[in-house]
T-cell receptor, first 111, second 112 residues
């Protein structure tokens, strides 16, 4: 898996968009970018993933740069319940799903 | 679906005792993973199965740890004998689609 780099922590005001960056400059062509989050004392939760196109679902949007060396997870209207550790993972999974979690970004959403 | 079910939620035991953690994956999922989380080491993959067969156990710390998946709906992670450094939260996850893992609520293990 390619190494990813994320800021240790970020703050966001409730109702604002939270933009969480991730650097994966050594990503290879067949590696996907995955985002998970872990709310305190719960198991990690899948958010979104993509290969090279931008993706959007009911939880978030994923913007991947054209060179694929970085990406941004966007929570369009952050709420207090979005306070969590967010993990960005670059991984080739093929038919398997072996994911290696790093230290992630601790997002604190405040009033 | 009830999601991935782990038991027990909390386990407190004494050093040297055998500990068995249990997991029921989501029905129909063909991959099952065991992770361990500590403050020092974060989330570590211990072992994963595909169609009940262990595929990669390179993350298992040592011979005291063993995992089995006797059928598609049940897996166990056993530690024998347990040591204080095994204290952690142990997560089980299952998967069908590429990279999309569903995690259980975890077992908080404390070895005294």
């Amino acid at each position: 898996d390619a190494k990813t780099t994320q800021p240790t922590s970020m703050d966001c005001a409730e109702g604002r968009a939270a933009n969480l960056p991730c650097n994966h400059s050594t990503i290879s062509g067949n590696e996907y970018v995955y985002w998970y989050r872990q709310i305190h004392s719960q198991g990690p939760q899948y958010i979104i993933h993509g290969l090279k196109n931008n993706e959007t679902n009911e939880m978030a949007s994923l913007i991947i740069t054209e060179d694929r060396k970085s990406s941004t997870l966007i929570l369009p209207h952050a709420t207090l319940r979005d306070t969590a550790v967010y993990y960005c993972i670059a991984s080739y999974t093929g038919t398997a799903s072996k994911l290696t979690f790093g230290t992630g970004t601790r997002l604190q959403v405040t009033l | 679906d009830a999601g991935v079910i782990q038991s027990p939620r909390h386990e407190v035991t004494e050093m040297g005792q055998e500990v068995t953690l249990r997991c029921k994956p989501i029905s129909g999922h063909d991959y099952l993973f065991w992770y361990r989380q500590t403050m020092m080491r974060g989330l570590e993959l211990l072992i994963y199965f595909n169609n009940n067969v262990p595929i990669d156990d390179s993350g298992m710390p040592e011979d005291r740890f063993s995992a089995k998946m006797p059928n598609a709906s049940f897996s166990t992670l056993k530690i024998q004998p347990s040591e204080p450094r095994d204290s952690a939260v142990y997560f089980c996850a299952s998967s069908l689609a590429r990279g999309k893992l569903f995690f259980g609520s975890g077992t908080q293990l404390s070895v005294l």
